[in-house]
């Protein structure tokens, strides 16, 4: 398994303001990916995030409201830029693992009220 | 476009009961498919990977079955506990790596095991 290590767990933040969250994952990988569950919903794909190279966005994600860092194989940061009610979600940071088969982890997820 | 429906979207049941969980997709070109819980407001716990040329996976109390060509997969939990209380997710990957060939999320089945 990978243990991913995501944070902050929570938060609460005024409309306007703008979170980072972070994930560390116990060892290196290629790509790292970015989730949105709104309430109520699935799992929703932001972006992959690739050491070394600009984040790979999903159709109805952008970079200025979404930007991604990959500093290094093993940790990555996404903020949610300017923040709206409807941006009240969870956010989960998840890895691959091929072990024969490729299956994926996440972290504990952020989740994030906007007020 | 693949769809992941589940079904039923909550179920209760005593303590004890044996269930199943059922999870359909559209296309039957999947190369794995990955059953997760989820507690409320956190991250992904991954429970069951199965191949897409296996039939069944089995993990202490839980037995994960595909039949891939009916685009179907169900979750058998034995003796269920009210520990077991959490929502199920389902999700499909398609043959292929990168950032194009990504798992597709069924919005789950929400299940309260009643003490």
């Known amino acids: 398994s990978a243990v991913i290590s995501q944070k902050p767990s929570r938060d609460i933040c005024q409309r306007g303001t703008s979170l980072t969250i972070q994930c560390q994952v116990d060892s290196q990988v290629t790509m790292m990916f970015w989730y949105r569950q709104q309430p109520g919903q699935s799992l929703t794909l932001i972006a992959t995030?690739?050491?070394?190279?600009?984040?790979?966005?999903e159709s109805g994600f952008v970079i200025d409201k979404f930007p991604i860092s990959r500093p290094n194989l093993t940790f990555s940061t996404l903020t949610v830029s300017n923040m709206s009610p409807e941006d009240s979600s969870i956010y989960l940071c998840?890895?691959?693992?091929?072990?024969?088969?490729?299956?994926?982890?996440f972290g504990q997820g952020t989740r994030l009220t906007v007020v | 476009k693949q769809e992941v429906t589940q079904i039923p979207a909550a179920l209760s049941v005593p303590e004890g009961e044996n269930l199943v969980l059922n999870c359909s997709f559209t296309d039957s070109a999947i190369y794995n498919l990955q059953w997760f819980r989820q507690d409320p407001g956190k991250g992904l716990t991954s429970l069951l990977l199965i191949q897409s040329s296996q039939r069944e996976q089995t993990s202490g109390r839980l037995n994960a079955s595909l039949d891939k060509s009916s685009g179907r997969s169900t979750l058998y939990i034995a003796a269920s506990q009210p520990g077991d209380s959490a929502t199920y997710l389902c999700a499909v990957r398609p043959f292929g790596k990168g950032s194009n060939y990504k798992l597709t999320f069924g919005k789950g089945t929400l299940l309260t095991v009643n003490p």
């Open positions: 995030a690739n050491q070394g190279s600009e984040a790979t966005y």
């Open positions: 998840s890895v691959e693992r091929d072990r024969g088969s490729t299956e994926a982890f």
